[in-house]
T-cell receptor, first 114, second 117 residues
Framework: KAGVTQTPRYLIKTRGQQVTLSCSPISGHRSVSWYQQTPGQGLQFLFE???????NKGNFPGRFSGRQFSNSRSEMNVSTLELGDSALYLC?????????????FGPGTRLTVT | AQTVTQSQPEMSVQEAETVTLSCTYD???????LFWYKQPPSRQMILVIRQEAYKQQNATENRFSVNFQKAAKSFSLKISDSQLGDTAMYFCAFMKPHAGNNRKLIWGLGTSLAVNP
């Protein structure tokens, strides 16, 4: 099985712009979670999507949003970018089998805001 | 709220030796899941080992094993016969049970492990 894929791998944006990141989960996985990783704050949960519905959300401002499509692919959007949004954004997919709770991660998207 | 603490920001070990990374957590839940993830310089987050809180037996995956002490809320990772490829950042993570089937991971700040030749 192919792993989790994320595009693009690297992005450079300017303050005030918006950005969209994409994540394709492992085939058959319907749960997709997003995390932000920064040197100062570590890894923080952004949100989780399952069957096109957001079912869990972390403590981030409304500038951070996401969605999931019928094929389980997910996108996250950050509007009005701030310098502090510079981070590695990780996507993880998980099986919906109740006995299978592991999350498998993509390679991440490195976002730099200048 | 649950928290995860990794008290060792950096560690080093000689190749072929054994090293133990510490992790403690705080929760009022009785059932939960614990994980160790590895993040090498490539930044790819890789699942190393997992433990269900209701299982008393410590999980083992090849050279990796855990010492799970539920009462002490401790979950340490032991790496035996360390290899150069084990050089990475190691994260301890906690997940609540399937409340609404959520998959939210709560993370420690990580331990940077260097394996020296």
């Amino acid at each position: 099985k192919a792993g989790v894929t994320q595009t693009p791998r690297y992005l450079i944006k300017t303050r005030g712009q918006q950005v969209t990141l994409s994540c394709s989960p492992i085939s058959g996985h319907r749960s997709v979670s997003w995390y932000q990783q920064t040197p100062g704050q570590g890894l923080q949960f952004l949100f989780e999507y399952f069957s096109e519905t957001q079912r869990n959300k972390g403590n981030f401002p409304g500038r951070f949003s996401g969605r999931q499509f019928s094929n389980s692919r997910s996108e996250m959007n950050v509007s009005t970018l701030e310098l502090g949004d510079s981070a590695l954004y990780l996507c993880a997919s998980s099986s919906t089998n109740l006995s299978s709770y592991e999350q498998y991660f993509g390679p991440g998207t490195r976002l730099t805001v200048t | 709220a649950q928290t995860v603490t990794q008290s060792q920001p950096e560690m080093s070990v000689q190749e072929a030796e054994t090293v133990t990374l510490s992790c403690t957590y705080d929760t009022s839940e009785s059932n939960y899941y614990l994980f160790w993830y590895k993040q090498p310089p490539s930044r790819q987050m890789i699942l190393v080992i997992r433990q269900e809180a209701y299982k008393q037996q410590n999980a083992t995956e090849n050279r990796f094993s855990v010492n799970f002490q539920k009462a002490a809320k401790s979950f340490s990772l032991k790496i035996s016969d360390s290899q150069l490829g084990d050089t990475a950042m190691y994260f301890c993570a906690f997940m609540k049970p399937h409340a609404g089937n959520n998959r939210k991971l709560i993370w420690g700040l990580g331990t940077s492990l260097a394996v020296n030749p």
